[in-house]
């Protein structure tokens, strides 16, 4: 129940095409959901991040959409770019003995063709 | 730029020794801090939550006298890797959570990719 769970592992999508990565969760305690982007070497970038109370989130080519009935959430970039090619994790926070927690995907590995 | 810090980026030692890692907030106070662990193309595996002037709390599964936290002030935490071995050859991610007026999020340093040899 404190699993997220991420798809696809690995995509590939066309420069100017759009990619979608999706997140479903279990546990109705998680109160905020984050995206991070990481390059090889480097530590994870915090992307963009919803609460549940919202059903989309956008902050320029990056779109959250957030269905909380379905406990899903997925990540969109649109026009993707070779610069885009990263490893994209989602994650969800939950509270425990007064503490934050991040509870991540498995990550799925991005590439974009030129 | 980045709100977090680490050092050294990339530590190459022998196998018994003990190496220390250090995580910095920058412009901000933290008092709890995280530290993750990274395999080769895995997700992010929480290793302990760093507690400024008390004791660190660890996941299940870790050993807490072979990763020791200490979160001395509200800046700096580190984690030393006593008695390494070369299966604790991983990439070591510090985080902390900022909250600012643009909104709230958890930033993470940019790790130390440890190599036990």
């Known amino acids: 129940q404190q699993q997220v769970k991420q798809s696809p592992q690995s995509l590939i999508v066309q420069k100017g095409g759009i990619s979608i990565i999706n997140c479903a969760y279990e546990n109705t305690a998680f109160d905020y959901f984050p995206w991070y982007q990481q390059f090889p070497g480097k530590g994870p970038a915090l992307l963009i991040a919803i609460r549940p109370d919202v059903s989309e989130k956008k902050e320029g080519r990056f779109t959250i959409s957030f269905n909380k009935s379905a406990k899903q959430f997925s990540l969109h970039i649109m026009d993707s770019q070779p610069g885009d090619s990263a490893t994209y994790f989602c994650?969800?926070?939950?509270?425990?003995?007064?503490?934050?927690?991040?509870?991540f995907g498995q990550g799925t590995r991005l590439t974009i063709n030129p | 730029g980045a709100v977090v810090s680490q050092h050294p980026s990339w530590v190459i030692c022998k196998s018994g020794t003990s190496v220390k890692i250090e995580c910095r907030s920058l412009?901000?106070?933290?008092?709890?801090m995280f530290w993750y662990r990274q395999f080769p193309k895995q997700s992010l595996m929480l290793m302990a939550t760093s507690n400024e002037g008390s004791k660190a709390t660890y996941e299940q599964g870790v050993e807490k006298d072979k990763f020791l936290i200490n979160h001395a002030s509200l800046t700096l935490s580190t984690l030393t890797v006593t008695s390494a071995h070369p299966e604790d050859s991983s990439f070591y991610i510090c985080?902390?959570?900022?909250?600012?007026?643009?909104?709230?999020?958890?930033?993470f340093g940019p790790g130390t990719r440890l190599t036990v040899t």
């Open positions: 985080s902390a959570w900022l909250g600012t007026s643009g909104g709230l999020g958890q930033y």
């Open positions: 412009d901000f106070q933290a008092t709890t």
């Open positions: 994650a969800a926070r939950r509270h425990f003995q007064g503490a934050q927690k991040l509870v």
